[in-house]
């Protein structure tokens, strides 16, 4: 493996620059359809069967490969589109011209994860250079809506999942490295509910000294938003705590594995303290077995330069769930919109901008396992598992109705500043990446 | 005076075309320097001692004429600084040319406060060409900073007081018509404290995941606003209410005759009921009241198009008081402060950004009664007397320290759209207000 990888780098990382050359930026609809039509080529050219799917968006690309009669099959899924790369005047090389400096790589979408998706592909590359064949079959889905939410995946999902609803496990998009070096594997990840709420009051802003008489959206935003959180950071909507499900003992276990640095984070963001005084593994544990609720934006009225006596006739709220099994973005929806009811609110309209489901991490599973055991090997160094994530993405509707484990790892390392200037991967951890892809597809391939 | 106005009325409407020309705009700084030599020249030519007295910023012009030995001293408030002409699209003529359409004359500033000025000027004109001399002192304070808050004035008026202290009265700078034909006059003026809360949280915008750590400034801003008033519309800041002060039995029935068509206002605002559920006098009578806090305007984190799932840094709001006696901006800021302290906002900056102490009106006054009177003569209507205006302006400084009584009344109708586009007055009224004032000059002088 290693030789071949050694004599093959400059091709690779020559492919890499020429993925993360295409600005698949999906906010911006920039270069969705020449990447899809790179990412389907490259695959086609390691002999998998592949369609470029539309869907309502950018289009998904689906491939299979490898022995139709192997043992194991394995479902991979990443994603072609990127970040914006704004703001530009604080990379140190274009975004989309990937740049070595210092043993690193820079690109826009590099760790996040064209990367990740490379990697794989050249393990594929290499297991077929090396062995003659795959040690596995392959099904792949590349979609390109990822950084926006992947809105049409749960319906790409309920049309074409027969394809893959056998699978005996998924590969999950990306993953990193931590401080002390360890390869980071996880299993699930947190769904996400995310609406605006708008109050109408007047039906024109008014002058302030009206204030005795007029309703003020601004303050009705305020009055209602205080009864869905309190200070205490509790989350106070009617019966929405009660759906959240506690760590199961395998879970802990895992946790008490990893190092947190808490003390790190806090630094980091300039604070004293947590919310709600955690710490250590307190504060690991409620940031991945609770929800939240967060005012990602607000509002009203006027707020430039010094005074302006208004009565603003609208208020405007951005609310970000971050969804724990068994809460659901429909849930959340009902369950907000009767507690805003119950409490006079029912002018307030609640408008769902995104959802996606939480996905249970499935800790005892032979995909973890042998993820676990190639990350060991190939690094040297024993991984961590984190029996969940934070983040959200769209595992729940690509796996969940299927009942197919999934595990996630990549090629990125704690620094690598996903969605943020000068994104990079160490160029080391690329080509090991490899070698792990490869050595994970033959292990649970023999699994 | 009739036969007086009917010769002059087209030369009186040219100066008050010539004046609406200049766009003395405060907030824009235009023409400012142009508009006081303007009015300075004016007054120069009607006899007066004139000075152009600069302050940090727009120059008052204050003046003196007519017998030194008159048995009474009238102090005058005008203005010559506008609100900004925007939006200029929704203008059907151009904002600074002075424009007769349909018994109208049309201008930025011309009911508030051009005319009402100028008015006040041909009177002086009127009176001296029909009797040779002024019937009373007078003493003119023109300012050209009130649509930003007159923020020099109270620095003016303890540096120059001294010169108009011992004034009998004083005729405050416009006033209305009312839907009935009624000339409506007031004495008394609410004031304001107006500040920005800025709350920082996390030195950077974080990825929402993290609101199961990370303190979130909008969340913050959202509970402390929630401590300040609640639901029902009540202030809820320690030790405010104790500082108001119920209306006298005089003010009470004054306001008994006031024909407050509340259903009106409602209908204009696109609502059912006013908060707390008060109409008619109730109604009245918390408008002149009663203190309010608005929020002005609220901003935090991203409210562009959909989703962005950001925990943000900061979040700020603007509040504004309005003040009632004996509620002053400093005694507001300090409850305030004290108020959010106490309750754990310690953390939560309050930037004062304008100021204005409440007028209390001297209903039973001869300057009130004298305009009254004149008012009836002049109009043969009734008038309507407001014993306190829920608007703000500069009355306190000026007024209080020196115990002068007000008055306040203008040549503007309840249609004059001050403030907005098309804003005028009816030609009728400017010659009458001319009438008025000289009826009203001659009244308090024997009075």
Redesign the interface.
Known sequence: MHAYIETQQDRFIDELAALCAIPSVAAEGQGIDEAAQWVAARLAALGATVEVIPTGGSPVVYAEHGPADAARTLLIYNHYDVQPATPLELWESPPFTLTRRDGNLHARGVADNKANLLSRLHAVELLQATQGQLPLRLRWIIEGEEE??SPGLTTFAEQYGSRWADSDGCLWEAGYKDAQGRMTLYSGM?G?A?FELRVR????D???????????A??R???A??TI???SEQICIDGFMDHVVAPGEAELRYLAEISYD?EA?REA???EA??AG?SGQA?LR??LY?P????????????GE???????SS??A?L?F?LVPDLTPELVHELLRAHLDRR?FGDIEIVR??GEHPAVGQVESEVVRAALASAQHVTGIEPVFWPRM???GPMYPLTAPFGIPTVGFGVGYHLSGT?APNEHIRLLDYLEGIEMAATFFTAFGAA
């Open positions: 926006i939410g947190k996400i995310y009051g007047i039906c024109l008014s002058h302030s000294s009206n204030a005795t008489l007029l309703p003020n601004a303050w935003l305020v009055w938003l205080s959180k309190d200070a808490d984070i963001n300039g604070i947590f919310v955690v504060a409620r940031h609770q939240t609720c967060t005012i990602c934006g607000l509002e009203s009225g006027y707020m010094g005074v302006k006596t208004v009565l603003p208020a405007l951005k970000d971050r006079g901008l995104a934070a983040a959200t969605h």
